[in-house]
């Protein structure tokens, strides 16, 4: 496992009475995992229109970032292939990419291309850094105006950000609570407070922040798209989650053994495999009653261990929550709350899957979404890997 | 005169949540406050009753002082519940 991890977190909103956004973020990374692309685009006007533009955009930066060519020839080639607006008669989206490579040595290299969005900021040790990018000027036939585009080359350690915005978080307020809107530099000092007060603040939770002071400015009803996006370079951060009882009851010390020797956050899954760890380590089972949702069984606590939960029922609603991108304050407080904000804290998660079968379960009373421990288990690492860039490992016992 | 309260204890597993379980939770609504207070409800990850259905006996489970109950609903619970206290 890499001694460098890299979280990445974004939150937008679309302008006021629209239902879809004319911003688009995307982030994928090549399978070897030591190459994330980040791509945030802005479409002319809004709504659907926008979306079509700035999906255009996102998509082609991201494919040609992949690819050896030359940024500024792939930044030509997603100008003259955008469609050409009936009303403005222009084809336009402004683009921030992030091509973000992990290398051992050197630790983080980023090249940033932008053009046109608010330039992204970069804070090295929870300091703003000031750095001049090289311009490049596109000289683009039958372009409606002058086109250059910023590239620039940096390194980033452990512990340093870049923040991706569109003009809706750097607008905000304009003409309302600030004459010229937020702007960068408010962006900037905003940023900084709030990593001065939390230094290790998470890239969601900063991203959802900065989108909230935004519409904030903007009186509660969003001029524009607002979109963030925060990287953050830091040491990963390691969750153990146990599920199941072992198949054979011999390897239930062993199993035991795993869960005391584990360093980072404990999840366990299952009452069964709780009861195996609670006998094992002397230490009591308590159920807390408060916990729990129509559909979702009752928190326990365990000394040790961070979360206790039921085995299937929220292994489930979890897989589901994190397949529709669903975020842990979207439920109510009951265990798959819970789990997900572990799992939203998390870098790199370690599954331990007892493959014992649960006879009870095998009931043809009971719903058929209680399937199988270990396709549950691999919806949820895929979902974590792709949705979430997260790194998953499974074992079985 | 001090009477003990009698311990309930639900059963929580998946098995017997599905099947019933989850709607006893709800015995601050059902259960009559006056009852409420003479029992100590507790919830347990499992009871381990889950092979019972061998013996014809379903989910979901629950002990009342020291016997267990299967097939407990809202009725039953309630029912329960008096039988014990009186007893």
């Not at chain 1, 709504?47 to 930044?75: C, E, I, Q, W, Y």
């Amino acid at each position: 496992m890499s001694r460098l991890f890299i979280d990445i977190g974004s939150s937008s909103l679309f302008k006021s009475g629209q239902k879809i956004g004319g911003d688009v973020f995307l982030l994928s990374r090549n399978p070897d995992k030591s190459q994330i692309v980040c791509t945030l685009s802005d479409g002319l006007g809004s709504g659907v229109k926008a979306n079509v533009l700035a999906s255009l955009t996102a998509r082609m930066a991201h494919k040609l970032s992949f690819s050896p060519m030359h940024l500024v020839n792939s930044a030509t080639i997603i100008m003259n292939t955008l469609p050409v607006c009936k009303e403005r008669k222009i084809s336009y989206s402004t683009f921030t990419i992030a091509d973000i490579r992990l290398q051992e040595e050197q630790g983080v290299v980023l090249n940033l291309v932008e053009y046109d969005n608010p330039r992204a900021l970069v804070f090295v040790q929870g300091q703003s850094k000031q750095w001049e990018p090289q311009t490049k000027n596109l000289h683009r036939q039958g372009a409606f105006k002058e086109e250059v585009i910023l590239h620039s080359t940096l390194t980033m350690e452990q512990g340093d950000r870049l923040i991706l915005f569109s003009d809706g978080v750097s607008q905000a307020g304009l003409g309302t609570q600030k004459n010229l809107g937020w702007r960068r530099a408010g962006v900037e000092s905003f940023v900084q407070q709030k990593i001065r007060r939390n230094p290790d603040i998470g890239s969601k939770a900063l991203a959802e922040a900065i989108t909230a002071k935004a519409l904030e400015l903007d009186i509660y009803t969003a001029k524009d798209d607002i979109t963030t996006a925060v990287v953050f370079v830091r040491s990963p951060r390691r969750t153990l989650i146990v599920t199941g009882p072992p198949f054979s009851p011999s390897d239930d010390e062993q199993l035991v053994q795993k869960v005391v020797a584990f360093e980072g956050k404990k999840i366990i899954s299952g009452g069964t495999t709780a009861h195996i760890v609670s006998r094992l380590t002397n230490k009591p089972l308590k159920m807390d009653m408060k916990s729990w949702s129509k559909d979702i069984p009752p928190c326990s606590k365990m000394e040790g261990v961070d979360l206790v939960t039921e085995g299937m029922l929220t292994l489930c609603k979890v897989a589901k929550a994190l397949e529709n991108k669903q975020s842990a304050d979207q439920f109510p407080d009951d265990a798959v709350r819970r789990f997900l904000h572990i799992l939203e804290i998390s870098d790199h998660v370690h599954f331990i899957v007892g493959t014992k079968i649960n006879e009870a379960h095998q009931d043809p009373k009971i719903p058929v979404e209680i399937g199988i421990r270990r396709t549950l288990i691999s919806r949820i690492c895929r979902a974590l890997e792709e949705l979430y860039l997260k790194e998953t490992t499974i074992e079985y016992i | 005169m001090v009477t003990q309260k009698i311990m309930v204890r639900i059963c929580m597993g998946t098995a017997c949540f599905v099947q019933g379980g989850a709607d006893l939770l709800l015995y601050g609504d059902f259960l009559d406050s006056e009852l409420q207070q003479r029992i100590e409800v507790e919830g347990v990850s499992c009871l381990g009753c889950c092979k019972e259905h061998q013996r014809g006996l379903r989910p979901p489970y629950v002990q009342i002082g020291e016997q267990l109950h299967a097939e407990v609903d809202q009725t039953k619970f309630i029912l329960l519940i008096k039988e014990a206290l009186d007893a």
